[in-house]
């Protein structure tokens, strides 16, 4: 997929603020999460507006967030020095060659924080879409203190397979959220007829909210366990063949 699979619409959607513009057609505004602001500059960013808890990504990378949840305590000139550098990364040329986000313009978008009073932490849905099929999803739980994951069928009933330790797998019964219902059917209308996508969303207080797209989870380098889940899950992406001629393909079937 990051060789052959390069579809325009895939910069769009893994710049978390270009996305919105799709998430909005697909399913509706009201399961975006509300923003701040989205800014090409870090010193444009108007910390005296926001309130006392927000949260800023850049747009453009993986894993570049910083949570505020006391701005009283937040140390703008580090946090500002932090995003000079988010902003002068490139995705694409950091590792992986992840094609998607090679083009996607450099920005900072600030957000709501979000958080389940039920929780410690918020716990994200993943649900991993072949062809427009959600064939089973990934949950993350204490990302800030204790993050651990493990991947559960429709029925929330563990499966048999991880890509990472033991120690950082789930290993207690997590409660089945009560809109995963409503998350899959979501998941499945934005993964339309790509290969595969992950589509990730939030569930705060029974309210579904959209997180992110990924075409690539962890950048396609991690192996699942035990070793034949790679041919198993592998053989759910199903390709468009190239045409004669065609260095990559461009088209949507």
């Given at each position: 997929?990051?060789?052959?699979?390069?579809?325009?619409?895939?910069?769009?959607?893994?710049?978390?603020?270009?996305v919105?513009?799709?998430?909005?057609?697909?399913?509706?505004?009201?399961?975006?999460?509300?923003?701040?602001?989205?800014?090409?500059?870090?010193?444009?960013?108007?910390?005296?507006?926001?309130?006392?808890?927000f949260?800023?990504?850049?747009?453009?990378?993986?894993?570049?967030?910083?949570?505020?949840?006391?701005?009283?305590?937040?140390?703008?000139?580090?946090?500002?020095?932090?995003f000079?550098?988010?902003?002068?990364?490139?995705?694409?040329?950091?590792?992986?060659?992840?094609?998607?986000?090679?083009?996607?313009?450099?920005?900072?978008?600030?957000?709501?924080?979000?958080?389940?009073?039920?929780?410690?932490?918020?716990?994200?849905?993943?649900?991993?879409?072949?062809?427009?099929?959600?064939?089973?999803?990934?949950?993350?739980?204490?990302?800030?203190?204790?993050?651990?994951?493990?991947?559960?069928?429709?029925?929330?009933?563990?499966?048999?397979?991880?890509?990472?330790?033991?120690?950082?797998?789930?290993?207690?019964?997590?409660?089945?959220?009560?809109?995963?219902?409503?998350?899959?059917?979501?998941?499945?209308?934005?993964?339309?007829?790509?290969?595969?996508?992950?589509?990730?969303?939030?569930?705060?207080?029974?309210?579904?909210?959209?997180?992110?797209?990924?075409?690539?989870?962890?950048?396609?380098?991690?192996?699942?366990?035990?070793?034949?889940?790679?041919?198993?899950?592998?053989?759910?992406?199903?390709?468009?063949?190239?045409?004669?001629?065609?260095?990559?393909?461009?088209?949507?079937?």
């Open positions: 997929m990051k060789v052959f699979y390069h579809p325009k619409i895939l910069t769009q959607l893994v710049d978390k603020y270009a919105r513009a799709y998430v909005e057609e697909k399913i509706g505004a009201q399961y975006l999460n509300d923003i701040y602001g989205v800014y090409d500059k870090p010193e444009d960013i108007p910390f005296d507006e926001f309130p006392a808890k949260v800023v990504k850049a747009t453009h990378t993986s894993s570049h967030n910083l949570i505020v949840t006391d701005k009283t305590n937040l140390n703008k000139e580090k946090a500002l020095k932090s000079r550098k988010w902003l002068n990364k490139n995705q694409y040329y950091r590792i992986g060659q992840e094609w998607a986000y090679k083009d996607v313009p450099p920005r900072l978008i600030v957000e709501k924080f979000l958080k389940n009073d039920e929780e410690n932490s918020l716990i994200d849905y993943k649900f991993y879409c072949f062809s427009g099929t959600a064939k089973f999803l990934e949950v993350h739980l204490d990302r800030a203190d204790n993050h651990k994951r493990g991947f559960y069928d429709f029925d929330f009933k563990p499966l048999p397979y991880r890509y990472v330790s033991l120690e950082k797998s789930i290993s207690s019964d997590i409660k089945k959220p009560v809109n995963l219902e409503e998350m899959k059917k979501f998941a499945e209308i934005l993964a339309g007829n790509f290969p595969f996508v992950r589509v990730d969303f939030y569930s705060i207080e029974g309210k579904t909210i959209f997180g992110e797209m990924t075409f690539y989870p962890s950048d396609g380098r991690k192996d699942f366990i035990p070793e034949e889940y790679n041919k198993i899950i592998g053989d759910y992406i199903i390709l468009p063949k190239l045409e004669s001629g065609q260095q990559a393909i461009t088209k949507i079937d």
